[in-house]
């Protein structure tokens, strides 16, 4: 039965690379919840498959490095939404010199892993 509900971020997060996620809604065709990068971190080159992403910037600025053949960057402050298409190669990169903080959410079909870890 479809219902409203109410769902809090998890306390402790998981650690993947140097983004901690605390997830609030981990379903099939949607993943909601909070990420936290430390200042100074970057992840490494990833993808999120078959899922789009998009977070809101809550405190902090990140430069998200994209592009094939050569790199590409948007810059994302306080305040800021960011879309990260499914499938495409990128990396998160702290240009601030505090913690970066953001609501993410990443919704597709449902298959294959939410995080793909490249070489690049």
């Keep these: 039965m479809d219902r409203v509900r109410v769902e809090k971020a998890r306390a402790t997060g998981a650690e993947q690379g140097s ?21 100074g971190a970057s992840t ?18 990140l430069t998200v490095e994209h592009g094939d053949g050569h790199v590409e960057t ?6 800021d939404f960011v879309v990260v298409p499914a499938g495409v190669v990128h990396r998160e990169v702290v240009s601030s010199d505090q913690d970066v903080e953001a ?6 079909d449902g298959t294959g892993p939410l995080v793909v870890d490249v070489d690049r």
Excluded: C
């Excluded at 948007?74 to 305040?79: I, Q, V």
């Design 19 to 39: 983004i901690i996620r605390s997830p609030a809604i981990d379903e099939p065709t949607l993943w909601a919840g909070l990420s936290t990068v430390p200042a």
């Design 44 to 61: 490494g080159w990833h993808h999120h498959g078959s899922n789009t992403t998009v977070f809101y910037m809550l405190a902090g600025s």
């Design 74 to 79: 948007a810059t994302a402050t306080e305040g």
């Design 103 to 108: 609501v993410v959410m990443r919704f597709g």
